[in-house]
C-alpha cells in the first residue's frame, strides 16, 4: 500500500516534470528579466533594437526607470546567455556582465551611466 | 482640520531640519549650477553630475543646480553629461560652488526617434540640414554624387555624355560655389572640381551637413551658395568591420572595407578603402558611344585620432588613383580614329586638427587646423589634352572664449594659404601661385531664448589680387519654440578654374576663348528661411522655406551663346545673378511611413555679350517627392524617390550651320526606388534607377561626326543610360 502510494506520488511527478520539460524544450515564449544600466530613452531604443535582431527573440522591451529589460524569446532558438551577450555587445551591463568597452564607447553620451573613463 | 499654523509648521520642520543639516555640512558639499552655452543664463534641468571614477551621482533641479558630496569623491574632477551637450569634466579644486557651461553637440543629435534625425537642425543659426547615414543608406551605393539623390536641397547633375563627370548645384549655381568641406577642412578644390564627387565613396562619410546660404567666416573667403560638409567616420565610433559590395547592370562594381580599432585608451584609427570598376562598353542608346565612361579607381582613407580629454587631435591621410576612358565604343587609348577622352588622376592629401580645451573653462579652446594635398591628372578629350598639377597647403588657428559670460562668445584666428595651379590645354599653359595669409574674427551673441546673431569677417592679403574684405552675418530668431526665421547675409570671393569648372565643353567642337585679365569673382548673397515644426495626429513634420538671392560683382562668364564653335571666358560685363526659391514639407503620414515633397524654383540669368539671358541648363521649375517606407528597427525599408525637372535653356550658337537644334530641353520624370532588408550584421539591398527608363534622345550633338564643327556632347539635360538596376550587401561587425 505504502510502495504504491510512493510509485504512484513518483509517477505523478516524473510527470510532472517532463510535462514541464516538454514545455520548456516546446518552446513556446518564455520571458526573462535581465537588469541593465541604460539610463535614457535613446538606451531604450538602441536596446530594444539590438535585441529585435537577435535570434529567437520575439519581443523585448525596457523600462528606464527600473533599468529592467524584459525580453520573449524562443527558447530553442537562443537563451538567457546570449541574450545577456548581446546586451554588453550593445553597450549595457547586463546583470553581472559589464558592457564590452567599445560598444559603450560608441554609445551616445546620454546613453553613458554616469562616468567611467 | 488643518489650522494654519500647523500648515506652517508642515513646511518650517523640513526646511529648518535642512538648514541645521547643511549649515555644518556646507564645508563638504560641492554646489553648482548647470546652464547652456547657446541661451546662457538658461538652466540645463536634470543633467547628470558625478564624481569622475564613482557612481556617485546626482541631477541638475529646475534652477539647474545640484549638490554633490565632495566625501563621495575620488579624485577632484566631476563630470557633466547631459542629452543633446557634449559632456565636461571639470577639475573642482579647492571650490564649493562650480558654473558649468554645457555646450550643445554640434552633431546635432537633439532629436533622435527611432534612430532617426531631425533633417532640419533646429538650433544651428545657419538654414543647416543634415543627411544621416540611414539616409546614405537609402541611395545607390557609392559615392558622393549618389548621396544627394534623397535631398531636395542639392542637385547632382551629369556635365556631359561622355567623361561621366558630374556637378553639383545648390541655389541654383555650379558646385565651385559650394565650399566642400570633409570634417570641416576645405577639401577637393580647384582642379580637383570635374570629378571630385567620386573621389568620396559613401562609406567613408557618417552623414553630410548642408548649409544653405552665407557661412561662416572661419571656413576661408570661398563660400557663395553655401557649404557642404562631409563628416567622414570617427575612429572612435566606427564599426570595427564594414564591408560593401554592389553590382549593377551596367557593369559596375564597387567594394568598400572600412576596418576601425582603438589602439589604446587614447589612440584609435580607422582604415577605409574603397574600389570602383567598370570595365564594360554598353550603348544602349545607340549613338556609337559609350553610355558610361570606363572606370577604375582606389582609394585609401587613413584616419588616426587622439584623445585625451583636454587635448584632441586627428589625422589623416588619402590616397587615391583613378582611370577614365570614355568615348565611341571602338575608342581605345592613343586611337586617332575614334573619338574619345581618356583621364588619369593620382592624388594625397593630409590634415590635422588639434584641439586643447582650458582647464576648468569649457568655453575656451584653442585650435590648429592644418591640411596639404596634390593633385595631379592627364587628360584628354578628342584631340585635346589637358593636364594638371595643383598642390594645396593651409594652416588655421583659432581661439575661442567667452566676453564677461556666455550670451558673448568669440571665435577669432589667422589663417594662411598656399596655392600653386598648372594647366596646360593644347599648347597653352597657364601657371598661378597664390600665397593668401589672413585673420579673422566672428562674434556670436545669444540672449537668454530666442536671438542668435553671428557677426563674422575676414581680411585676407591676396598676393596677386591685393585685400579681400568678406563679412558676414547670420541671424536666428525663434519666434516660438517650433517657429524659426534666419537670415543669412555675406559676400564670397573666388579665384575661378575656368578650363576645371567647363570640362563639359571640351567635350565639344567648341574652341575655348579666354580674355585677357581675367579676375577674380566676387558675389554677394543674401536670403533667409522659414522653419515650423509641427505635430499633426501625435506625427512630427517640418515645413521649410526659403529664398536666396545671389549677385556677382564678379563672374568668369562662360559664353556658349554668342559665336557657335566658341566658348568664350570673360569677366562679367553687365548683372549675373541667381534667384533661388524652395518649399519643402516633411510627414510622417503613418508609423514608419515617410514622406517628402519639395518645390523648386530657379531664375538664374547673365549678361552674355552684352545681352541679358538665362544661364543654360538650368530648370525653371522642379518636383521632389521622396516615400520612405520602414517597418520597426529597420528590417526592412523601401524608398522611392520621383523627381520632375523643367524645361531648361540650351546653349545653342545663334549660327548653328544648318543643324536642326531645340532651344529647350523637355520635362521629365526620373523615379528611384529600393528596397533593404536588415539582419543582425547584414543587410541585402537592392534597388532601380531611372524606373521610367527616360533617355535623352540623342544626348551628343551631330555624334556620328565627333570631329566635325558640330560637335558636341555637353548639353546633357536628362539620363543617358536608361533604367539601372543594382544589388548590394552590407556587412557590419560593431
Not at chain 2, 526617434?113 to 541611395?139: A, C, H, M, W, Y
Request: hydrophobic residues 35%; proline residues 3%; contains cysteine.
Amino acid at each position: 500500500m505504502n510502495k504504491l502510494k510512493v510509485l504512484m506520488l513518483s509517477m505523478v511527478l516524473s510527470l510532472v516534470s517532463m510535462a514541464t520539460q516538454a514545455q520548456t524544450q516546446n518552446g513556446g515564449p518564455q520571458t526573462i528579466k535581465i537588469k541593465t544600466s541604460a539610463v535614457c530613452d535613446m538606451c531604450k531604443n538602441t536596446l530594444e533594437k539590438a535585441m529585435a535582431y537577435e535570434k529567437g527573440v520575439k519581443s523585448s522591451s525596457l523600462d528606464v526607470d527600473s533599468k529592467i529589460l524584459t525580453v520573449v524569446f524562443d527558447n530553442r532558438k537562443t537563451d538567457a546567455d546570449k541574450l545577456k551577450k548581446a546586451v554588453t555587445e550593445a553597450g549595457y551591463d547586463a546583470d553581472k556582465l559589464p558592457a564590452q568597452e567599445r560598444a559603450y564607447n560608441k554609445l551616445d553620451d546620454c546613453c553613458k551611466k554616469d562616468s567611467k573613463h | 482640520m488643518k489650522s494654519p499654523i500647523k500648515n506652517y509648521t508642515y513646511y518650517l520642520l523640513p526646511v529648518l531640519l535642512v538648514i541645521l543639516l547643511v549649515i555644518p555640512a556646507a564645508a563638504q558639499k560641492l554646489t553648482g549650477k548647470v546652464t547652456d552655452l547657446t541661451s546662457p543664463g538658461e538652466p540645463v534641468i536634470g543633467a547628470s553630475v558625478a564624481w569622475k571614477g564613482t557612481t556617485h551621482a546626482t541631477s541638475t533641479n529646475a534652477s539647474g543646480d545640484f549638490i554633490l558630496n565632495f566625501s563621495d569623491s575620488l579624485t577632484s574632477e566631476i563630470v557633466v553629461n547631459y542629452v543633446g551637450y557634449d559632456p565636461q569634466t571639470i577639475n573642482v579644486k579647492g571650490k564649493q560652488s562650480v558654473l558649468v557651461v554645457l555646450n550643445p553637440k554640434s552633431t546635432l543629435k537633439e532629436v533622435v526617434v527611432e534612430g532617426q534625425q531631425e533633417r532640419f537642425s533646429s538650433i544651428t543659426p545657419t538654414n543647416s540640414q543634415i543627411i544621416t547615414n540611414r539616409d546614405l543608406e537609402k541611395s545607390a551605393c557609392c559615392n558622393l554624387a549618389e548621396s544627394f539623390e534623397t535631398n531636395a536641397s542639392v542637385e547632382v547633375s551629369t556635365t556631359d555624355a561622355v567623361s561621366g563627370a558630374k556637378q553639383i548645384q545648390m541655389l541654383g549655381l555650379d558646385g565651385a560655389y559650394t565650399l566642400l568641406t570633409t570634417d570641416n577642412v576645405p577639401a577637393l578644390q580647384g582642379l580637383a572640381t570635374p570629378f571630385r564627387l567620386n573621389y568620396l565613396s559613401g562609406t567613408f562619410i557618417e552623414s553630410i551637413d548642408i548649409i544653405k546660404g552665407m557661412g561662416s567666416v572661419l571656413n576661408g573667403y570661398e563660400s557663395i551658395s553655401g557649404q557642404v560638409n562631409v563628416k567622414l567616420k570617427d575612429p572612435e565610433k566606427t564599426e570595427r568591420l564594414y564591408v560593401n559590395l554592389y553590382g549593377n547592370t551596367q557593369g559596375k562594381f564597387d567594394a568598400n572595407v572600412n576596418i576601425g580599432a582603438q589602439v589604446n585608451k587614447k589612440w584609435s584609427t580607422a582604415i577605409l578603402l574603397h574600389t570602383a570598376q567598370l570595365h564594360h562598353r554598353s550603348d544602349r542608346n545607340k549613338d556609337g558611344f559609350m553610355d558610361l565612361p570606363l572606370n577604375s579607381q582606389y582609394n585609401i582613407y587613413n584616419k588616426w585620432k587622439y584623445n585625451s580629454g583636454y587635448f584632441v587631435s586627428e589625422f589623416g591621410v588619402n590616397a587615391l588613383r583613378e582611370d577614365r576612358l570614355g568615348g565611341q565604343m571602338d575608342f581605345k587609348k592613343g586611337s586617332e580614329v575614334y573619338y574619345g577622352t581618356t583621364s588619369e588622376t593620382e592624388r594625397i592629401s593630409a590634415y590635422n586638427k588639434t584641439s586643447y580645451t582650458f582647464d576648468g573653462k569649457p568655453y575656451q579652446s584653442i585650435g590648429l587646423i592644418s591640411s596639404a594635398s596634390n593633385h595631379v591628372f592627364d587628360s584628354k578629350y578628342g584631340n585635346r589634352i589637358y593636364d594638371g598639377n595643383q598642390q594645396n597647403a593651409n594652416v588655421r588657428l583659432i581661439f575661442q572664449s567667452i566676453i564677461g559670460h556666455t550670451g558673448h562668445t568669440y571665435k577669432t584666428g589667422l589663417s594662411y594659404t598656399y596655392d600653386n595651379t598648372e594647366e596646360k590645354l593644347g599648347q597653352t599653359e597657364f601657371k598661378r601661385t597664390e600665397h593668401v595669409p589672413g585673420a579673422f574674427a566672428e562674434y556670436i551673441f545669444n540672449n537668454s531664448n530666442n536671438l542668435t546673431v553671428v557677426a563674422g569677417s575676414r581680411v585676407d592679403f591676396h598676393n596677386l589680387y591685393g585685400t579681400v574684405f568678406s563679412p558676414r552675418l547670420n541671424v536666428k530668431f525663434d519666434a516660438t519654440k517650433n517657429t524659426i526665421f534666419r537670415v543669412a547675409a555675406g559676400k564670397g570671393f573666388r579665384v575661378a578654374n575656368p578650363i576645371a569648372e567647363n570640362t563639359a565643353s571640351l567635350v565639344s567642337s567648341r574652341a575655348f576663348v579666354f580674355d585677357n585679365d581675367l579676375q577674380p569673382e566676387e558675389a554677394w548673397n543674401v536670403g533667409g528661411s522659414f522653419t515650423q515644426y509641427f505635430e499633426l495626429a501625435n506625427r512630427p513634420g517640418a515645413f521649410i522655406t526659403d529664398y536666396y538671392y545671389t549677385s556677382f560683382t564678379n563672374q568668369i562668364i562662360a559664353d556658349m551663346y554668342t559665336t557657335h564653335g566658341q566658348v568664350r571666358f570673360s569677366n562679367l560685363d553687365g548683372k549675373s545673378f541667381a534667384k533661388s526659391f524652395q518649399a519643402e514639407l516633411q510627414y510622417e503620414v503613418l508609423k514608419g511611413f515617410d514622406v517628402k515633397a519639395a518645390y523648386k524654383y530657379y531664375d538664374v540669368q547673365a549678361t552674355y555679350n552684352g545681352e541679358q539671358r538665362h544661364k543654360p541648363m538650368i530648370p525653371e521649375h522642379r518636383f521632389f517627392v521622396n516615400l520612405g517606407f520602414a517597418t520597426p528597427f529597420d528590417k526592412w525599408r523601401a524608398d522611392l524617390t520621383t523627381q520632375y525637372f523643367g524645361k531648361m535653356p540650351l546653349a545653342v550658337g545663334d549660327n548653328t550651320h544648318g543643324l536642326e537644334m531645340a532651344q529647350n530641353s523637355k520635362s521629365y520624370y526620373v523615379l528611384n526606388g529600393q528596397v533593404s532588408r536588415a539582419f543582425k550584421r547584414l543587410e541585402l539591398y537592392t534597388g532601380v534607377e531611372n524606373l521610367l527608363n527616360y533617355k535623352q534622345p540623342s544626348p551628343i550633338v551631330d555624334a556620328g561626326n565627333p570631329f566635325g564643327p558640330n560637335f558636341d556632347a555637353s548639353m546633357v539635360w536628362g539620363p543617358i543610360a536608361g533604367r539601372v538596376v543594382y544589388a548590394g550587401l552590407r556587412f557590419k561587425i560593431d
